[in-house]
């Protein structure tokens, strides 16, 4: 289905598969994930960047306007991630629009589903998580919410995104990273493998 430009739709059900066929297809020795987004489904966007954070197949980032919400941790889950010096990003708590019941329970869920979030950020970056914590719970920047909206040198400078770059350095990137990695499959002798 196609959905009107002002819906927020993240169509995990098509990328989670295609991740899966890349990492198994013995002819892709590499993948380029490029990001713009404003963000979207905690759930899914954590799915798909657990996804290519436990990859064999080489992979690079490249941020590319924004990477905000639930964009960051897609950006940080390659083995290289980049910025373009034109991008931002963004951190803030997670949330959630329609009917919330005002119940302890509720802000406990959301809370975990932080953590989670942080843990992820954290295990697939330098990020220090203190400063990653200072980052989303910053009261101070933004009007009509809490977070940071941070430039491609900060995301560097905090270890966020390991380095500035432009869609030619990404490629060199991941050309390096498959020219380095050992083969992700072996030949086996048709005696051994019984074939």
């Known amino acids: 289905m196609i959905f009107p430009d002002d819906t927020k739709t993240t169509k995990y059900e098509h990328v989670i598969p295609a991740l899966i066929a890349i990492e198994q297809d013995r002819d892709v020795e590499g993948l380029l994930i490029l990001l713009n987004t404003m963000g979207g489904d905690v759930e899914a966007g954590l799915a798909i960047a657990e996804m290519i954070a436990g990859m064999r197949t080489p992979t690079v980032s490249l941020v590319l306007g924004g990477g905000h919400s639930i ?6 889950s390659a ?26 329970q509720t802000a406990i869920y959301f809370a975990k589903i932080q953590e989670r979030v942080n843990r992820f950020i954290t295990r697939n970056s330098r ?14 920047e933004l009007a009509t919410d809490i977070g940071t909206v941070i430039s491609e040198e900060e ?12 869609p030619h350095d990404a490629v060199e990137a991941l050309y390096h990273a498959i020219e380095t990695t050992a083969p992700r499959y072996l030949d086996v002798p048709a005696s051994v493998s019984g074939a």
């Open 79 to 104: 083995d290289v991630s980049m910025i373009v010096p034109s991008a931002s990003m963004t951190m803030h708590p997670v949330r959630t629009n329609g009917l919330v019941l005002d119940v302890p």
């Open 71 to 76: 964009g960051v941790p897609l950006a940080v």
């Open 155 to 166: 995301a560097v400078v905090c270890d966020l995104i390991d380095q500035i770059g432009t």
């Open 127 to 140: 990020i220090a998580s203190e400063t990653l914590e200072q980052m989303i719970m910053n009261t101070q």
